[in-house]
């Protein structure tokens, strides 16, 4: 196992846990109707992965993707294992529609080293709809109306859209969006393909979901079915607000992949937890005094990983009151401040699991990816939820094009 996830301060009835596996035996009875097992334990698009990730790679300088919400989260959060926080990245991800930044890209862009990845699985995503529309014509303008087909490439869902339209308009290639919910797309080529042009090991991102995905169907009670269970137990506690806290800035990304994945999937019918997400150590200094001494209505989830000895090491100092810090790395602290953010929130009384990471790579990041996402399938089935849908929003969606169509009348 890739991880290992630890219960502190949790007691658990024993109703909970039959509850998560009768849910879990629910979700095995679809499991032939859910593309995404299929994916999981597949190979068979990996090989045009690669190919179009190299070609990119071989013609290009520069990628940028656009997408909304899961259409960017995913490679996002895989892409976060290599991109560098201090230099210009290859990869970056267009994920709003904020004028001022969407000028930016227009203003610094190198055009001509440059492929647009557009991701948009019903191919009709206003949003995105209208960075494509901008581009296309910024293309246009710079380079021609010829360079179009060749900046440009869609995965996007094969029923006739606007975005397929455009496609077709302009010989734009595109590879088929998975029949998989968004911010289930991660192990797709949604997420796979910029991390395979990241430079990312994709066979092995599979190969740790998959492996999750297989055990929580063949064990008697895995690890997504106990992390069911403990979020059952807790939610009937009142512990509406669940907090995920990463001690690694290259999980920030995951914790806003995951923030979308749990609260869109399960906010439904009355029913849900709210998913916050915090970084160790930094928010020790922002949220930690509420998360000990404010509301005793949340969950939290920690994840850590093994950084003793790593980073630089910090230099004697002569100021007696930093003799703690003496001959110990950026790690040991780093490794110092889980532990005790751990004990703390436990001698608080706060309910606490751990995730123990020995190393964070693609199988590792697989394999936290896998068991999230049957986390929140099989709370569903608990809660009489259809995961994959989120009706609630498209009032939202509709009252904007309402807005906007009267503005143009």
């Known amino acids: 196992m890739t991880y290992k996830q630890k219960i502190i301060n949790i007691p658990l009835d024993e109703k909970y846990f039959t509850t998560a596996k009768a849910a879990r035996n629910s979700l095995r009875d679809k499991k032939n109707s859910l593309e995404i097992f299929n994916i999981a334990e597949s190979e068979s698009d990996i090989a045009q992965i690669e190919q179009v990730a190299q070609e990119i790679n071989d013609n290009f300088k520069y990628l940028v993707v656009l997408g ?48 647009f990845l557009v991701i948009t699985k019903s191919g009709g995503t206003a949003e995105t709809l209208a960075q494509l529309l901008v581009l296309i014509e910024f293309v246009k303008v710079k380079l021609g109306q010829p360079a179009i087909k060749k900046h440009f490439l869609f995965i996007v869902g094969l029923d006739k859209s606007p975005v397929s339209d455009i496609a077709k308009e302009y010989d734009i290639k595109i590879i088929a969006h998975d029949n998989v919910g968004g911010r289930f797309s991660a192990l797709t080529s949604v997420g796979l393909l910029p991390a395979k042009v990241a430079g990312l090991d994709v066979r092995s991102i599979r190969k740790g979901a998959n492996a999750v995905m297989q055990k929580v169907f063949s064990e008697e009670l895995p690890e ?166 989120q009706p609630a929003v498209e009032e939202g969606k509709l009252l904007a094009r309402q807005y906007l169509a009267a503005k143009n009348s």
């Open 68 to 115: 909304m919400g899961a259409s960017s989260r995913a490679g996002a959060t895989l892409v976060a294992l290599k991109n560098n926080h201090f230099a210009q990245n290859n990869i970056n991800f267009i994920d709003n529609i904020d004028p001022f930044t969407f000028n930016q890209l227009l203003e610094s862009v190198d055009i001509t080293t440059t492929k």
């Open 224 to 389: 997504p079915v106990m992390g069911v269970a403990l979020h059952h137990s807790l939610y009937e506690q009142g512990k509406t607000t669940s907090v995920m806290m990463p001690y690694a800035d290259r999980l920030d990304a995951f914790g806003a992949w995951h923030q979308q994945l749990w609260a869109e999937s399960l906010g439904k019918n009355g029913k849900g937890t709210t998913a916050l997400r915090a970084l160790g150590a930094f928010d020790q200094h922002s949220q930690l005094q509420l998360y000990l001494d404010g509301a005793a209505d949340k969950f939290f989830t920690i994840i850590t990983l093994n950084q003793a000895g790593l980073g630089a090491k910090i230099p004697t100092s002569l100021d007696p009151s930093l003799a703690y810090l003496n001959g110990n790395t950026i790690g040991d602290l780093m490794a110092a401040e889980q532990q005790a953010t751990i004990e703390t929130l436990a001698r608080n009384n706060r309910p606490v699991r751990v995730f123990e990471l020995q190393k964070l790579a693609e199988e590792e990041m697989g394999a936290l990816m896998a068991h999230f996402m049957l986390e929140t399938m099989i709370m569903a089935e608990i809660w009489g939820i259809n995961a994959f849908d």
